[in-house]
């Protein structure tokens, strides 16, 4: 039994929030991180509020629990500058697991972006018609065998079917037949196959950013960053834009207790120009048969020869009736 590659069991850590902090000295801080998926062994890399990043192991991460550890890190300036703004905490396993990067205010306030965008769909519509063809021919001699059957996916004009009648005459005639006539058509059906949408976005216009700022005091955490596009916003009662259905959730932000962090969201207001074309395709089939016959001349009705064998024996059942009446007439005189 093959056992499953090692990267099947990769665990990957998640950063939910941040409890008990503390400075320890001027330029030291301790913090215990919340999660889940934490292993023994991992690395914590802060990333500075300016530019490069602190990853601290081993003895800087003490005790570690599937669920929380703790971290100490320096702040001083002379490694990662200010204090007072967000930070970047990300978290990696030993099996290569990693988690994503969460923002922490550490020791002061901070100011946040967030952005979402809602748009209006302007659509125009249209529909296209393709044709596709199943042309069946068929060629035998006065109600033998089918001696040439093929189907073509053109329509019956297609110089591909009109070859094919040139060889059924030609199969026709090697069989013995002096005189033709058809291909006559049997039979004729056209239905829908298939009904694909298909939108194209042909342009977009703002024609309105809604802005609005609110203060976020900690502990608590918080969403900010891209949302992507939402479905709809509510402006709450400091004029903050408040959001729902959006594709993404942005990224999350901690804030430990007595920090702050002022989020300021811009929500752009867009009028999508789209175009949703319609595409039905049908489907035509199709039945042609072409006659040979022994004689230079074909019969007089030139109708397919299993269509004859059905009249003679109506009239001879008829002729077979007619007969009886007249016995039992002959009979009662």
Not at 142 to 156: I, R
Request: aromatic share 8%; proline share 5%; glycine share 10%.
């Amino acid at each position: 039994m093959l056992s499953a590659p090692a990267a099947w069991a990769i665990s990957a850590p998640a950063i939910t929030g941040i409890t008990g902090y503390h400075t320890v000295a001027s330029d030291v801080a301790n913090f215990t991180v919340n999660g889940t998926g934490f292993q023994t062994g991992l690395t914590a890399t802060v990333f500075c509020p300016t530019g490069g990043s602190i990853t601290s192991s081993g003895s800087q991460i003490q005790p570690v629990t599937s669920t929380s550890f703790q971290l100490t890190i320096p702040f001083d300036g002379s490694q990662c500058g200010v204090n007072a703004v967000a930070w970047g905490i990300q978290v990696t396993n030993p099996d290569g697991g990693v988690s994503s990067i969460v923002k922490v205010v550490l020791g002061g306030s901070a100011a946040s972006v967030a952005s979402a965008e809602i748009d209006t769909l302007n659509t125009t519509s249209a529909t296209q018609r393709v044709d596709t063809y199943s042309v069946e021919l068929k060629a035998r001699i006065q109600g033998g065998a089918f001696l040439f059957d093929q189907t073509y996916q053109v329509p019956f004009g297609d110089p591909s079917v009109q070859n094919g009648v040139t060889q059924a005459r030609a199969a026709l005639t090697g069989a013995g037949a002096k005189s033709f006539t058809g291909p006559t058509q049997l039979s004729s059906a056209q239905s829908l196959v298939s009904s694909v949408i298909n939108t194209l976005q042909t342009g977009s216009q703002t024609n309105q950013i809604v802005i609005g700022s609110k203060v976020f005091v900690g502990p608590q955490n918080l969403n900010t960053g891209n949302f992507g596009i939402c479905q709809s916003y509510v402006l709450d009662s400091g004029n903050y834009p408040l959001l729902t259905g959006c594709t993404a959730t942005g990224d999350l932000w901690i804030l430990p207790p007595g920090d702050v962090d002022v989020d300021t969201r811009a929500v752009s207001l867009v009028t999508v120009s789209q175009t949703a074309t319609t595409t039905n395709t049908f489907l035509t089939t199709q039945v042609y048969e072409l006659d040979g016959f022994p004689q230079t001349t074909p019969p007089t009705t030139p109708a397919p020869s299993s269509l004859l064998l059905i009249l003679t024996s109506l009239i001879g059942a008829s002729l077979y009736l007619a007969r009886g009446k007249f016995r039992s007439a002959t009979h009662r005189t």
